[in-house]
């Protein structure tokens, strides 16, 4: 968390403290039946560089939001058309959009494949053009992408485009054709890797205890990708993946997989589990995606980040 909002954090709850605060409804959080207490809906719009990568990054946040009614697109900016060992073109580009629609339909929200070459994607302003209006038209509260510093040429674009559309979005006399929003949305980054020029600095860590099993079961759906290895896949690969005729050893194929990358994002930010959910529940969460906030769009505040994340409990701990 950075050291802004970790202070406006342990401000906020202080002066909550002092109130006499602690409800949910003060905080935006969530009720006991998992109900977001606010009658307001968020409508939150990931965007992912292929037909599988916002899904990998914020797709058990997305069915948590989408178990509470909130409004979730999950967008692929390119068409994957060459994300396979063994098959390309219009052929591929077909099938990944299908396995994305899967996913989306298990996860309860909704995608979209832009009819974009895979590994051809530039910062261009026909593309700029193109996020600016997404993001409009979907009238979002909480726009999620790469950040710009990634392996890949495509999730990097991403990255660029959509922290192009932080300030355009806006604009009136751009785009025209599209209706400005009337206020900045919030800008995430999904998790990564990569150190330089800096590394990724969650603000917001998301356990997904609840949804792990939903989420490995809509993966599932990835099968070019996850059981044929997509682009860097080969027939050593998937001699080593369980055949589609044995459906358990495949699912727990996938489950082995996603363990692993979660839980390790749980212990690599257990200190702001902590922060969001209190020390004890912290400890016991194994499963998380972690976000952070882009210094571009709208800058929340504690109070709002619960808002937009209505998962966590109705009192930290001291």
Request: aromatic share 10%.
């Amino acid at each position: 968390m950075s050291f802004s909002l970790r202070n406006l954090l342990v401000i906020s709850i202080a002066l909550l403290v002092i109130s006499g605060g602690g409800t949910a409804a003060a905080w935006g959080q969530s009720s006991a039946s998992g109900e977001p207490t606010s009658e307001k809906k968020l409508r939150i719009i990931c965007f992912g560089a292929h037909p599988d990568d916002a899904e990998y990054k914020s797709g058990g946040t997305a069915i948590k939001w989408a178990k509470q009614g909130h409004q979730v697109k999950l967008v692929s900016v390119t068409n994957g058309d060459i994300g396979h060992w063994q098959m390309s073109g219009g052929e591929l580009a077909q099938r990944r959009a299908a396995e994305s629609a899967e996913v989306a339909k298990r996860m309860g929200v909704v995608s979209q494949v832009l009819d974009i070459h895979d590994g051809e994607l530039l910062p261009t302003l026909e593309n700029r053009r193109k996020i600016t209006r997404l993001i409009r038209d979907w009238n979002a509260d909480i726009v999620i992408s790469h950040r710009p510093w990634d392996y890949h040429p495509d999730h990097r674009n991403v990255g660029i485009l959509v922290q192009d559309a932080a300030f355009m979005v806006l604009v009136p006399y751009f785009c025209p054709d599209t209706p400005p929003l009337k206020q900045n949305p919030v800008f995430l980054y999904s998790s990564d890797r990569f150190q330089k020029p800096y590394p990724f600095r969650p603000d917001v860590a998301i356990a997904l205890d609840d949804v792990f099993e939903e989420k490995v079961d809509a993966l599932m759906a990835l099968e070019s990708q996850i059981f044929e290895g997509g682009a860097l896949g080969s027939p050593e690969y998937v001699a080593e993946v369980p055949p589609a005729s044995k459906p358990e050893l495949r699912r727990q194929f996938v489950h082995d997989r996603w363990t692993k990358r979660q839980g390790s994002e749980a212990k690599q930010h257990r200190g702001l589990l902590q922060q969001w959910y209190g020390e004890e529940l912290g400890n016991k969460i194994q499963f998380a995606e972690t976000f952070e906030v882009c210094e571009y769009g709208r800058q929340p505040t504690p109070e709002e980040l619960r808002e937009l994340f209505p998962f966590f409990p109705q009192a930290l701990s001291n």
